[in-house]
């Protein structure tokens, strides 16, 4: 935790604390100071104690930690989204490799993390990357989890595409329960909301349109404030599609390319390339 000390005390200062002005019941301010220093450690129930005194988020702290970088999954999942807005095969390709040649303590996760960049990988080149073993250890993991984080909604979300329509569902209503507890947290509850919306267009695609109504029926539930205009159009999007793929309405593909168009206006270009090729493969197929 030395690293931890060091970070806490520039925090503390920055806000123009004393060591006294946090230290209270539980922990004294020489023990504090032997903290920053990096001299001994704390529990974790004195480290979240003197972090609500500095009024400072453990996320917020952690990210500080990681020097000011997004965790691993989201580095990885950045480049993802950039390989695939920019149709970049070779890009994604050296990633792939990159991460596979790393040695990672977490084996466990840094083969999740393989495994859901082989899936983007083959969905992007359209050629073979992952096998039935590895949604089959994607999948296991998932049910293995008793409580759901952020790390198992960002996985889940970017793979339930390729998954097995009933291992899918059950994921997903399993989803729910699984992370409740972490259904306040404001970027957990975003990312059930992507989650939502990537289930609602997949069974759409699949055509699955009972599924679809379930997940409809949960985002409609969410209430997406008027600030949340990513999740306002992907739905809209979404719903129109659902009318699409289930009567033919051609009126909802006008409202789709507006979904697009609004994306465009947004200055979301990558988002809405996304999306408009999305829309190019439906039409395609139909």
Known sequence: MKKFGEIFKKFRESRGLRLKDVAK????????????????DLTISKFMFILDEINMPIDEFMYAVHDFHRDELNELLSKVRHFVSTRDVEGMKKLLYSQMELEDRREKFHQINIILLKIRLQDLSGETYYTKDDLTYLTDYLFSVEYWGYYELLIFSNTLDVLNHDVFMVLAREMFRRSDFYKEIPNNRRLISTMLLNGYITCVEREKFMDALYF???????????????????FKYAQNLYQYKEDGNVKAIIEMKKCVGAMKLAGSHHLAKTY???LEKILASS
């Open 25 to 40: 019941a539980g922990i004294s301010t020489s023990q504090l100071s032997r903290f920053e220093k990096g001299e001994t």
């Open 216 to 234: 409809e029926k949960q985002l409609n539930q969410c209430f997406f404030i008027e600030t949340e205009v990513y999740e306002r159009l992907v």
């Open 276 to 278: 408009e090729g999305h």
